[in-house]
């Protein structure tokens, strides 16, 4: 059986893994990313890949880079959590392991992976959106990874849902993860501990007595506990995801949406109600199928599993 190696390059920690045609993890290693030398990076990936491949025929190498990644899938244009820079990380990493190397952003890596062997498996058009500390995202039309002119798509969290709303890390001023991620959902509970801290008496205990403690940990256990405060903001973030669906619907009509990331963690806490305001927000509701919405199934290995079968299909 043809084997590839896929690897997630995030900000923090390189995973890679030999992946089989079925999407199966054969083997795996995890490494701290040297996220400020992208020398040093490309050595990380060049020896991750060569203890994988020992005794083993491999075809090829994808990488999922947690960057902007050019149309020829070869350069790293800029990251924003790394030091890559109109990085040539295919050629690099090519030379380093003397494999064909296929360069791809992590989250449409991810989305890759979900729609072909996580919870997308057997649709062919799937939008898979990552609800973090932003929200990312990759698209899957008529079965092939849509990547846009010059492989910037789909940047799905700086869709703008409020006009001159809220300041986002880009620069634009009310993108969608500044109200339906998890950063939103922080931002929200200290808002309302702030002004309103009777609401939010048990978040603000959990969190020892002041809004600025308040993360997202601190605000899932609140609303566990009912806190009223703590209950708003997930209903919050759950009204918003479920807008930015609908939009996504209205243009893309996929069959299937597939949320992921650290939020999708407590997904019994705002799936509901995102798949309301879906439903309640979506054009021509009543007179077309509802697309579903599920949650992800391949967890942190979706990019990994995804890099590989793209350099798989090279
Ligand atoms: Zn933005």
Not at 36 to 63: F, M, S, Y
Not at 193 to 216: R, Y
Request: charged fraction near 20%; charge should be negative; glycine fraction near 14%.
């Amino acid at each position: 059986m043809a084997l590839t190696i896929g690897v997630d390059i995030g900000g923090t920690k390189v995973a890679a893994g030999v992946v089989d045609e079925d999407g199966n993890i054969v083997e795996h290693l995890l490494r701290p990313t040297p996220a400020e030398n992208p020398e040093q990076v490309a050595h990380t990936i060049g020896d991750v890949v060569l203890e994988l491949g020992k005794g083993r025929e491999i075809e090829a190498v994808g990488l999922g880079a947690a960057g902007f990644v050019d149309e020829t899938r070869a350069i790293v244009r800029f990251a924003p959590n790394l030091a890559w820079r109109e990085e040539p990380l295919q050629k690099k990493v090519s030379d380093l392991v003397g494999l064909p190397v296929v360069v791809e952003n992590d989250a449409n890596a991810m989305a890759w992976g979900e729609a072909r062997f996580g919870a997308g498996r057997g649709e062919t058009h799937v939008v898979c959106v990552t609800v973090g500390t932003g929200i990312g995202g990759g698209i899957v039309l008529d079965g092939s990874l849509y990547r846009g002119r010059w492989g910037m798509g789909a940047e799905l969290g700086h869709m703008q849902v409020v006009p001159e709303g809220r300041l986002c890390g880009c620069g634009n001023l009310g993108c969608w993860e500044q109200y339906a991620s998890g950063s939103a959902l922080v931002i929200d509970a200290r808002e309302s501990a702030e002004v309103n801290p009777e609401q939010a008496a048990k978040l603000l205990k959990i969190a020892g007595g002041t809004p600025d403690l308040i993360e997202g940990p601190e605000v899932t256990e609140a609303a566990r506990q009912g806190d009223p405060a703590a209950l708003a903001a997930f209903a919050s973030i759950a009204q918003w995801l479920g807008r930015g669906l609908a939009d996504l619907a209205a243009i893309l009509d996929p069959g299937c949406f597939i949320l992921g990331g650290g939020v999708s963690r407590a997904a019994d806490l705002w799936l509901d109600q995102t798949r309301e305001s879906f439903a309640a927000h979506l054009t021509g509701r009543g007179h077309r199928p509802l697309a579903e919405i599920r949650l992800a199934e391949l967890g942190a290995s979706a990019g990994l599993v995804g890099a590989a079968d793209l350099a798989r299909r090279r």
